[in-house]
Structures are given as structure tokens and as C-alpha cells.
């Protein structure tokens, strides 16, 4: 059964001085939210808050410049799951870089989690169980990064736009959308990455030169495992992921 996801009351949009725990609970609808202010529910806490100091502010973060920033400190767990995805560790360190800064508790105004962003449905395609979880969060962000270059057949541009937009609505033009923080976000990790600022696949609208993908289907098959295939012969009842 397809679970729910949903994000409640905690959009807080973290402030340095800002003090919540993250809590996780099921309701009664079997929806999974993540909430500061569990109100008696039976939930478990997924983040902690640092510790404050004697006069009661926290101990700020420091963020410095450049896509090495903070690297340090995920440098074994990005090498491990670029491994085991077969990614350059330097393009992960540069989509968190872009997404949150190397912040693992930041959530964005559309509800994206973590170092990599995750929206919720995202994390839960990916079996990430606590988004804010930096080892779940980069393994996640890596393999869906892995998932869109594969459905991109390897083009990085418009995975990076996928992952920005959504892959229908790269699909949807053919090549990277005319969406303005699209545009900048897909810029701005390939310049982090390699110093690439020009975007081989955005075609002007003039030029017409589309390029058409073959949709992905989700299977749910019957001993429960997922199966992602460009074939909707696979089942009657396929769906278009």
C-alpha cells in the first residue's frame, strides 16, 4: 500500500538561533509526518538540537565559502555512496553545496529536507527513513541523481534540471526548462563541479531541436520490491513515475 507522506508544522525555516527537535510519528490515517510539537502522539525523535550554551544561544554554525565547505566532515560518507552509485564525489559535494549549503537541517519552503533536498516523496521513492539523517540523506540525493542520469541517458545537464524541476517537466520540453531558478541552479552546480557555465542542452525556443525520452514506469511487483522499466508491458497496471 502506497503510504502518504505528509510534512507537519514544522516549516521554521531554521534560523541560526532557532531551537526544535524533529520528531517522526504515524497517524491514525497511516500518513507519516515529521513535526517540533508532537502533542502527546507516540513519536520518536529522528533529530536532536545542539546543546545551548550557559547564556542560552546556541553555538552558532559556520559556513565558509567554496564547494569544499564543510566537505570534510561528509568526506567518507559522499565517497561511499558516490562508490556505490558510480558518481564523482565532487558533483554530490556540489548539488549540497547548491541545495542547503551543507546544512542537514535545512527544509525548504516546498518542504525539501536536508543536505540534498529531498522532497518527501522523493526520499520515500529512495527508502530514506529520516531525511535529516546526513548518511540516509546523501545516499538518497546520490541514487536519485543516479536514477535521473540513467533516465537522461547520462546527460548531467538535464538530470541536474530534473532534480531541480522534476523529470516530466524536463521531459515535457526536451531539454532544460525556461524556469529562471532551473536555469540558475543547473549553473551555478556545474560551475561548482567544473567550472561549466554554459548549458549544452538548452535549446532556444527558436531552435526547436527537442529531444523526446521514453517514460519510466514504476511496477510494484509481487514479492513487494519496486521495479523501474521503460516497458509498460511489464503489467497491466503500470505507473508513470
Known amino acids: 500500500m ?6 507537519c508544522a514544522f516549516f521554521l525555516f531554521f534560523a541560526p538561533v532557532a531551537s526544535a527537535d524533529i520528531f517522526k510519528y504515524v497517524d491514525d490515517q497511516g500518513v507519516i509526518c ?3 510539537t508532537p502533542a502527546g502522539k507516540k513519536a520518536d525523535r529522528i533529530h536532536k538540537d545542539t546543546p545551548e550554551t550557559p547564556s542560552g544561544q546556541k ?5 565558509n565559502s567554496g564547494v569544499n565547505a564543510n566537505a570534510s566532515e561528509y568526506h567518507n560518507i559522499i565517497h561511499e555512496k558516490a562508490s556505490m552509485y558510480d558518481l564523482d564525489p565532487s558533483l554530490i559535494k556540489a548539488v549540497i553545496k547548491t541545495e542547503s549549503n551543507w546544512n542537514s537541517r535545512a527544509v525548504s519552503r516546498k518542504g525539501a529536507m536536508g543536505l540534498m533536498q529531498l522532497m518527501p516523496a522523493t526520499a520515500t521513492e529512495m527508502n530514506v527513513q529520516n531525511p535529516y539523517d546526513p548518511e540516509e540523506n546523501i545516499e538518497g ?6 536514477y535521473l542520469l540513467e533516465r537522461f541517458n547520462g546527460d548531467l545537464t538535464l538530470a541536474l534540471a530534473a532534480y531541480n524541476a522534476g523529470p516530466k517537466t524536463v521531459e515535457k520540453f526536451g531539454y532544460v ?3 529562471t531558478e532551473t536555469k540558475h541552479y543547473v549553473s551555478k ?11 549544452p542542452s538548452v535549446t532556444s525556443e527558436s531552435g526547436k531541436s527537442k529531444k523526446k525520452y521514453e517514460p519510466i514506469y514504476k511496477v510494484l511487483l509481487n514479492d513487494g520490491s519496486l521495479l523501474f522499466t521503460n516497458s509498460s508491458l511489464i503489467s497491466k ?3 508513470r513515475f
Open 59 to 63: 553555538q552558532p554554525v559556520q559556513y
Open 2 to 7: 502506497r503510504i502518504a507522506i505528509a510534512i
Open 34 to 36: 515529521y513535526t517540533d
Open 189 to 199: 552546480v556545474l560551475s561548482l563541479y567544473n567550472g561549466q557555465t554554459i548549458l
Open 141 to 146: 540525493g546520490t541514487k536519485y541523481l543516479r
Open 177 to 179: 526548462p525556461p524556469i
Open 237 to 239: 497496471n503500470p505507473v
